[in-house]
Every structure is written in structure tokens, then in C-alpha cells.
């Protein structure tokens, strides 16, 4: 459904269509009261608009992500990746081109405004997808990612996110709309995602997205290949390939991923992140640690004791950069999980950046690199 050229797309404030190449999608900027701080920059998850970051004009801007990032002082850009209802042919979109393309949005909002080159990205549920991609297309353009957070966010392994689901439907132009179920007699991946809003209305005592606003305004079908499984489409045609999830992702080039602060949600309405983020990030921040800051170093060169407080630093990430925000997977909408996600967002950044002086101190006083062999 391509609503855009119907003229049945309703910009916000502060939104427009970026275009990159081919690529359509929606970008929008929260400024910031300082160019001091680096800019936040949120990745919405599968078949959502960054809009769950920023809400809808009618609603309390207090019940959304951005508001309180403002509130700290923040600035915010949402980049949401092309959906068909954009008007972008980009069914075939690729991991390692969802990356590049949000680090040109980012890029030019960095440039227009004056603001430093450097940013916190925020990753939420397939968002988490983009870590390693993002990494490398801002390294590319010489922006920083100080680093990258987890928002209930899941890693670039295949086999995390199920492709054929009677719940949504995949359509021959490679997209996946969730407002659909392929199976009659199953409910919508959409209706799934309202009964863990009404929770966040529950919650906060009245209603924040009205469903049917929420059906129409904040959902976008998804390419297919960024959901990070085997399931690809490329040339028109759908076909099977893990391996090439693994390239597109860049699963095990450990070095070229950023450090990543994970926030963890607490119901069992979202058991898969509830019960497994904190390990399968610290998996990957481990193995990042080893290969890109501490590989290159002949650590028998540290005295006892600093060998001992290097391996507290390292066997204590999963609790260092971790922090849990009550709620579901949409703990971060309305106004108690909103404000409590900008706190640990800003907390893990600085969580990450004192890890990262640590660490270097460290192998500062090694003071040189070990000879490859």
C-alpha cells in the first residue's frame, strides 16, 4: 500500500521524506537547546515508524522517548527505514543498506545543524539489527558512535526473528505488513503490539496512541531482509540464504561492531528480551572488547594488579552496561517508561564512554602493540 502517493500520508511536525538514491523513508529532528551534547538517533523495530520514539501531535509529547531526551538537554533524530507506505521500491533493501542510508540522514542533520560528529543510536527490537552496519557507514563519513544502545533490541544472529508467520502476511514486492495475517483464523502481529499498548495505557491511566490512530499513523511494512533472517529478496525473487544474513549483518566481524549499552524489559509478555538480552549483548561487547581494543596488546605486560581490575572490567559488562526498565516491549511509551529510558540512555552513555577511558589507561601502559604474527 503505497499511501504516499496517494496523498493519504500525514506528515508531523518536524518530519520529511529523506531520499537517498532510491530510497524513501521518514526522518524526524527534536533540536537540541545545546550543539553540545551528541545527537540521539532512534531505529525503530519491524513494522513501526521511528514515530513510537516522538508520538503523534494530538498526544502529550510527556509519554514519548524524545520529549525527556530534550528534557536532559538532548537532541533526537528519528530514522525510520523505508516502508512502501513512503513510496520507496525498496523491498530489497539490504541490512548494510538500512545503515548507510540512516547514516546519511544522520550525517546531514549533523552538518545543517553544527553539531559534533558524534552520536548515540538507539536500536529498538529489529533495530538492534543495524549495530554493526550503522557502525561502519558513520565510521566511513568520520561520525563517532559513542555507542549504541539496545532498546529491547535483538542481535544480528539469524534465527532470532521468525520470517513465516501466520500472523503477517509477506508481499511479492519484498515487504512484510503486519496488519495482515496470511492465516485467517490468526490474529495480526499488529493486534499483538496493541495488547502490550493497552498495558502502557493501563499503566499511565488513560489512552496514549489510540488504536485505530496507531494502525494508520505509526505502523509501515518492513523489507523483508532486514529482519536479519535467511529469508532474502533480491532481483524481484525471494530465496533462502543464512549465510548471506550473516554477511549482510556482519555476525562475527566482532571488531567493526560499537559497544552496545543494553536496556532490558521486565514482563514475560516479552520473555525473549526479558530473559536474554543481558547475555547475548555481553556476548558480543566481550568479543568486541578482545578483538578491537585488547587482541593488538601483550597483556602479560600488565602488573598483577591491573591484569586482576581488566578482568573485573570485562567479566562484569553484563551488569556495567545493562539497566532494566519496568514494562513490556514498548516500555519506553508513556510517561513513567519514557523518562526512565532517556535516564538510562544518557546512564549507559556514560557507562560506556568510563569503560572505554578505563580500558585504554590500561593498555596505555603496555604502550605498545604486540607484532603480528
Given at each position: 500500500?503505497n499511501?504516499l502517493?496517494?496523498g493519504?500520508?500525514?506528515?508531523?511536525p518536524?518530519?520529511e521524506?529523506?531520499q537517498?538514491g532510491r530510497h524513501?523513508?521518514?526522518?524526524?529532528?527534536?533540536?537540541a537547546?545545546?550543539?553540545?551534547?551528541?545527537l540521539v538517533?532512534f531505529?525503530?523495530?519491524?513494522?513501526?515508524?521511528?514515530?513510537?520514539s516522538?508520538?503523534?501531535?494530538?498526544?502529550?509529547?510527556s509519554?514519548?522517548?524524545?520529549h525527556?531526551?530534550?528534557?536532559?538537554?538532548y537532541?533526537?533524530?528519528g530514522?525510520?527505514?523505508?516502508?512502501?507506505?513512503?513510496?520507496?521500491?525498496?523491498g530489497d533493501?539490504?541490512?548494510?543498506?538500512w545503515?548507510e542510508?540512516?547514516?546519511a540522514?544522520i550525517d546531514r542533520?549533523?552538518?545543517?545543524?553544527?553539531?559534533?560528529?558524534?552520536?548515540?543510536a538507539c536500536?529498538?527490537?529489529?533495530?538492534?539489527?543495524?549495530?554493526?552496519?550503522?557502525?561502519?557507514?558513520?565510521?566511513?563519513?568520520?561520525?563517532?558512535?559513542?555507542?549504541f544502545?539496545?532498546?529491547?533490541?535483538?542481535?544480528?544472529?539469524?534465527?532470532f526473528?521468525?520470517?513465516?508467520?501466520?500472523?503477517?502476511?509477506?508481499?511479492?514486492n519484498?515487504?512484510?505488513?503486519?496488519r495482515?495475517?496470511?492465516?485467517?483464523?490468526?490474529?495480526?502481529?499488529?493486534?499483538?503490539?496493541?495488547?502490550?499498548?493497552a498495558?502502557?495505557?493501563?499503566?499511565?491511566?488513560?489512552?496514549?496512541?489510540?488504536a485505530?490512530?496507531?494502525?494508520?499513523e505509526?505502523l509501515?511494512?518492513?523489507?523483508v531482509?532486514?529482519?536479519?533472517?535467511?529469508?532474502?529478496?533480491?532481483?524481484?525473487?525471494?530465496?533462502?540464504s543464512p549465510g548471506e544474513?550473516?554477511?549482510?549483518?556482519?555476525?562475527?566481524?566482532?571488531?567493526?561492531?560499537?559497544?552496545?549499552?543494553?536496556?532490558v524489559?521486565?514482563?514475560?509478555?516479552?520473555?525473549?528480551?526479558?530473559?536474554?538480552?543481558?547475555?547475548?549483548?555481553?556476548?558480543?561487547n566481550?568479543?568486541?572488547i578482545?578483538?578491537?581494543?585488547?587482541?593488538?596488546y601483550?597483556?602479560?605486560?600488565?602488573?598483577?594488579?591491573?591484569?586482576?581490575?581488566?578482568c573485573?572490567?570485562?567479566?562484569?559488562i553484563n551488569?556495567?552496561?545493562v539497566?532494566?526498565?519496568?514494562?513490556?516491549?514498548?516500555?519506553?511509551?508513556?510517561?513513567?517508561?519514557a523518562?526512565?529510558t532517556?535516564?538510562?540512555?544518557?546512564?549507559?552513555?556514560?557507562?560506556?564512554?568510563w569503560?572505554?577511558?578505563?580500558?585504554?589507561?590500561l593498555?596505555?601502559?603496555?604502550g605498545h602493540r604486540?607484532?603480528?604474527?
Amino acid at each position: 500500500m503505497n499511501r504516499l502517493s496517494n496523498g493519504d500520508f500525514r506528515l508531523y511536525p518536524g518530519e520529511e521524506i529523506f531520499q537517498v538514491g532510491r530510497h524513501k523513508f521518514l526522518v524526524h529532528q527534536q533540536p537540541a537547546k545545546s550543539a553540545e551534547p551528541p545527537l540521539v538517533v532512534f531505529i525503530p523495530g519491524a513494522g513501526h515508524l521511528a514515530r513510537i520514539s516522538y508520538g503523534h501531535p494530538e498526544g502529550r509529547r510527556s509519554d514519548f522517548l524524545a520529549h525527556w531526551l530534550g528534557e536532559l538537554g538532548y537532541a533526537m533524530l528519528g530514522v525510520s527505514y523505508p516502508g512502501d507506505d513512503e513510496g520507496s521500491a525498496s523491498g530489497d533493501l539490504t541490512v548494510t543498506e538500512w545503515g548507510e542510508i540512516t547514516a546519511a540522514a544522520i550525517d546531514r542533520t549533523i552538518c545543517d545543524d553544527g553539531l559534533k560528529r558524534c552520536v548515540i543510536a538507539c536500536g529498538w527490537s529489529m533495530g538492534g539489527r543495524i549495530a554493526r552496519s550503522l557502525n561502519v557507514a558513520l565510521r566511513a563519513r568520520s561520525i563517532d558512535l559513542e555507542t549504541f544502545i539496545s532498546v529491547a533490541g535483538t542481535p544480528a544472529v539469524p534465527g532470532f526473528a521468525a520470517i513465516r508467520s501466520p500472523s503477517f502476511t509477506i508481499r511479492p514486492n519484498g515487504f512484510i505488513d503486519q496488519r495482515t495475517p496470511s492465516d485467517g483464523s490468526a490474529r495480526a502481529f499488529a493486534d499483538l503490539y496493541l495488547d502490550s499498548l493497552a498495558m502502557c495505557d493501563k499503566q499511565e491511566g488513560r489512552s496514549i496512541v489510540p488504536a485505530e490512530l496507531y494502525l494508520r499513523e505509526y505502523l509501515s511494512e518492513t523489507p523483508v531482509s532486514i529482519r536479519g533472517e535467511s529469508t532474502r529478496f533480491a532481483n524481484g525473487e525471494f530465496h533462502i540464504s543464512p549465510g548471506e544474513a550473516v554477511a549482510d549483518m556482519g555476525t562475527f566481524d566482532f571488531a567493526e561492531w560499537p559497544i552496545v549499552g543494553t536496556i532490558v524489559s521486565t514482563s514475560p509478555l516479552d520473555a525473549f528480551h526479558a530473559l536474554g538480552d543481558q547475555a547475548r549483548w555481553s556476548f558480543f561487547n566481550t568479543e568486541k572488547i578482545w578483538q578491537d581494543w585488547l587482541a593488538p596488546y601483550d597483556l602479560s605486560a600488565l602488573s598483577a594488579d591491573s591484569w586482576h581490575y581488566l578482568c573485573n572490567l570485562v567479566t562484569t559488562i553484563n551488569h556495567t552496561l545493562v539497566e532494566h526498565v519496568p514494562g513490556n516491549h514498548f516500555f519506553f511509551v508513556g510517561e513513567r517508561g519514557a523518562r526512565r529510558t532517556a535516564e538510562a540512555i544518557i546512564r549507559l552513555s556514560q557507562a560506556t564512554a568510563w569503560l572505554k577511558r578505563e580500558i585504554t589507561e590500561l593498555t596505555d601502559r603496555i604502550g605498545h602493540r604486540k607484532l603480528s604474527v
